[in-house]
Nanobody, 124 residues
Framework: QVQLVESGGGLVQAGGSLRLSCAAS????????MGWFRQAPGKEREFVAA????????YYADSVKGRFTISGDNAKNTVYLQLNSLKPEDTAVYYC?????????????????WGQGTQVTVSS
């Protein structure tokens, strides 16, 4: 029903910036929120940021607050994640996801659709 296509990942030096994009297609009109998660090898997937569709409310993990910014364009059905002041510990595969129902935005198990992920690598 919903397909997510990500882009924007890459290799960047510490202190640099990247802008990730997630374009959604299909029947997304009933979506409650879109979010970003990341997963490094050997670690669990962790919450990064989320944004509700109706109100545009944003939420961030403490580890990225002040450095990352989530934004969206409902008309384009696209969500962005601006990554600034990148650190090596930000290195991970970044996933966008769609959550249909309300609930805990930081819980990955509450999301219904997932993108393929895009690799972000931050070098020292």
């Amino acid at each position: 029903q919903v397909q997510l296509v990500e882009s924007g990942g890459g290799l960047v030096q510490a202190g640099g910036s990247l802008r990730l994009s997630c374009a959604a297609s299909g029947r997304t009109f009933s979506s409650y929120a879109m979010g970003w998660f990341r997963q490094a090898p050997g670690k669990e997937r962790e919450f990064v940021a989320a944004m509700t569709r109706s109100a545009g409310s944003t939420y961030y993990a403490d580890s990225v607050k002040g450095r990352f910014t989530i934004s969206g364009d409902n008309a384009k059905n696209t969500v962005y994640l601006q990554l600034n002041s990148l650190k090596p510990e930000d290195t991970a595969v970044y996933y966008c996801a769609v959550k249909l129902r309300d609930g805990d935005l930081a819980n990955s198990r509450g999301y219904d659709y997932w993108g393929q992920g895009t690799q972000v690598t931050v070098s020292s």
